[in-house]
């Protein structure tokens, strides 16, 4: 069976062109032939060797993980899967009301904390998240986060997995012009390699937003034998 995995292209004749997404996935030129690493990367080494897959790995479009955009388009992974150009995308991504009904989620392999991330100059006058200390109850909840997440991709805030963590995005926090609402342990892991060009601080809101379940989701349609083999890793 062929199959094929969005977010890394194959080799041809040259270095890769890979997506990166540390800590959860990661790839490497291995006897001419990708090696993803990372968590995710391991899952799904374990899936393709279970089941004799034939695998081309393929670059997602924009660098995007994939969601609905305003124009009712589907970008990035989950839209290479919409489009039939993907059967399977690893992840890391976000259950969403708006991906479960255009893909299918795998069972989670993890629960993430969602957070805010601020920043101030080294000369600060400001708290940027006096309101966001003040969180009610209720916008801890999961269906909360994706009201949130649809007014950021209305307002045009959601930003392209490789622009979140660029420098310039990174100075916009640091200089109070924005904030990031992303995972704790992608921002705890990705940020530090940017702390010597910078020159404030930054910090998270006091209490997490929610707990989101991370997932690798499937075209609608995959054979069955896939899908199990997915949930059991």
């Keep these: 069976m062929d199959a094929k995995f969005p977010g890394y292209s194959t080799f041809q004749g040259g270095p890769s ?38 695998v081309t790995f393929v670059k997602p479009r924009y660098g995007t993980f994939g969601g609905e955009s305003v124009n009712k388009s589907w970008p990035g992974t989950v839209g290479m899967l919409v489009k039939n150009e993907a059967d399977v995308a690893p992840g890391p991504l976000v259950v969403t009301a708006q991906r479960v009904s255009v893909a299918d989620p795998t069972v989670p392999y993890t629960y993430e904390e969602m957070v805010i991330l601020g920043g101030r100059p080294k000369h600060f006058s400001s708290n940027l998240f006096s309101i966001a200390l003040t969180f009610s109850p209720m916008f801890t909840r999961v269906e909360s ?8 991709v209305e307002q045009g805030g959601a930003l392209p997995a490789a622009q979140l963590f660029s420098l310039s995005t990174l100075q916009d926090i640091q200089a109070e012009r924005a904030a990031m609402l992303f995972t704790r342990v992608a921002i705890n892991r990705r940020l530090h390699r940017y702390c010597p060009m910078l020159h404030g601080e930054f910090y998270y809101a006091r209490q997490p937003v929610t707990q989101v379940p991370m997932t690798t989701f ?14 059991a890793k």
């Design 17 to 54: 062109s890979c997506i990166l997404y540390l800590p959860y996935i990661d790839a490497k030129e291995e006897d001419g032939h990708v090696k993803l690493l990372g968590f995710i990367g391991k899952m799904a080494h374990a899936t393709i060797d279970s089941l004799r897959l034939n």
């Design 145 to 152: 986060f994706q009201k949130v997440y649809r007014r950021l």
């Design 218 to 231: 499937v075209r609608k349609g995959l054979p069955r034998a896939v899908r199990r083999t997915l949930d």
